[in-house]
């Protein structure tokens, strides 16, 4: 296997994020014409509301905030709350942005649920509430149910919930059941108001409701549930009692939309398009999505060998995350590094490259990481030591060294991961 094909897997990872920008999404969705704002088949009024109010908050939240801001006409007064990353590039002295926490909640998380919920209380039946929600809000804005418990305690629980091997989804719905803006509370916030939620969702398509730990949706999950992904994964953790959430049928949610913007199958089907283009024959199997990160890289590699004895040049693209176990001390790096560096060992005749469209894989720098068969023999006439990085989770430091991590830098986007399998017979 050549660099060429390793470059090949870069650039098809690459022209993938190109297609999918937010920016690019809210044009196609997206029109304000004679008064009217269209989203895809909704159509609103303006004329008919005395105000508008937005929410944006997620990894999205400052590039939502940007492309939506500028569509809505100046004569309606507009009051907007932020949580994201960094703080938008159209900020007025009517938006209060907060540099929300993640993966673990902050001060500014706590504070920017505070300031959504006081303003959501002034709605009225002649405001229209934009809700732009993308992944990591459920760290980057959160409020407690129970008063008594601390911002120390959210981010224990929230660091020992990531840590634990749990899937998103059951972490998103220990999270509803603990929060006053998860679960369908954010939408009773403003119960009257016409709402209008639009996602950038890094979650499957059949479950809406995680995203972000669904805020705005009505939560089809229980508090029994919740008690029992804590009891299977954090079994001796102590915690006030959980609530129950607002579930379908409930009146906050009789005025309101959803739309979605971007997800992962706009990510995959990107990547389909480039990888066509280059040749490839392209199969897109989502089979491991919330699997361990051994068990789906194990499938991934036994997958691309059935492909590639059909097609000279196959590209088999996979969506979705991986799960991991961390230990109490791990190094430098994130499910897609780790995950490429565990099945680097068992490429033949392959490149595989996984990394997130959020920019951040970790506590690393980096998206993700590229590698095939030589990754291993070239680490180790570096003096590096794989089978050492695996144990103490530090792929991150090995691909490093390599040059093989994928630098990209947060991208204002998360439409989850995409694992790339490229075997070039031509090369």
């Not at 999205?60 to 994201?84: K, Y």
């Not at 706590?110 to 992944?135: D, E, M, P, Q, R």
């Not at 959020?358 to 998206?367: E, F, P, V």
């Amino acid at each position: 296997m050549s660099e060429a094909t390793r470059q090949l897997a870069r650039q098809i990872f690459s022209e993938a994020m190109a297609a999918t920008t937010v920016e690019g999404a809210c044009t196609r969705h997206l029109r304000v014409q004679n008064n009217k704002l269209q989203a895809a088949n909704l159509t609103y009024d303006l004329a008919a509301f005395t105000g508008i109010q937005i929410i944006s908050i997620g990894k999205a939240g400052a590039t939502l905030f940007d492309a939506v801001r500028p569509l809505l006409p100046a004569e309606i007064p507009i009051r907007s709350i932020i949580s994201a990353p960094s703080p938008p590039q159209r900020l007025t002295p009517k938006d209060l942005y907060f540099p929300g926490g993640h993966p673990l909640p902050n001060a500014a998380s706590i504070a920017a649920a505070t300031a959504a919920l006081h303003l959501l209380s002034t709605a009225t039946n002649k405001t229209l509430v934009l809700f732009l929600i993308s992944g990591g809000a459920s760290a980057m804005f959160e409020q407690p149910t129970n008063p008594n418990l601390t911002l120390e305690d959210l981010i224990n629980l929230n660091r020992q919930l990531v840590a634990s091997g749990a899937s998103i989804r059951e972490i998103n719905t220990v999270r509803k059941h603990l929060s006053a803006v998860k679960g369908g509370r954010l939408a009773t916030a403003a119960p009257t108001a016409t709402k209008l939620n639009l996602f950038i969702s890094d979650v499957p398509s059949d479950a809406l409701d995680a995203l972000a730990s669904g805020p705005t949706l009505p939560d089809p999950t229980t508090t029994e549930q919740a008690l029992a992904i804590l009891h299977q994964h954090l079994p001796t953790t102590l915690l006030p009692p959980l609530t129950e959430t607002p579930k379908p049928g409930h009146p906050a949610f009789h005025n309101a939309n959803h739309l979605v913007l971007l997800d992962n199958a706009a990510l995959l089907e990107a990547a389909k398009q480039s990888a066509e283009r280059l040749g490839f024959n392209v199969t897109i199997d989502n089979t491991c999505d919330d699997q361990d990160y051994e068990q789906a890289a194990t499938y991934l590699l036994n997958r691309s060998a059935q492909l590639s004895r059909e097609h000279k040049r196959s590209c088999l693209l996979s969506g979705g995350e991986v799960t991991v176990r961390l230990p109490a001390i791990s190094g430098n790096g994130g499910r897609n590094q780790q995950l490429t560096l565990f099945a680097a060992q068992h490429l033949t005749n392959t490149a595989l490259l996984s990394a997130g469209s959020d920019g951040i894989d970790g506590n690393s720098l980096a998206a993700g990481a590229v590698a095939d068969e030589t990754t291993w023999p070239r680490a180790r006439r570096q003096g590096l030591d794989p089978t050492d990085s695996l144990t103490h989770f530090d792929a991150g430091t090995l691909f490093d060294s390599l040059g093989d991590t994928i630098l990209t830098g947060p991208s204002g986007n998360n439409l989850r991961d995409i694992r790339i399998l490229l075997t070039d017979a031509e090369t």
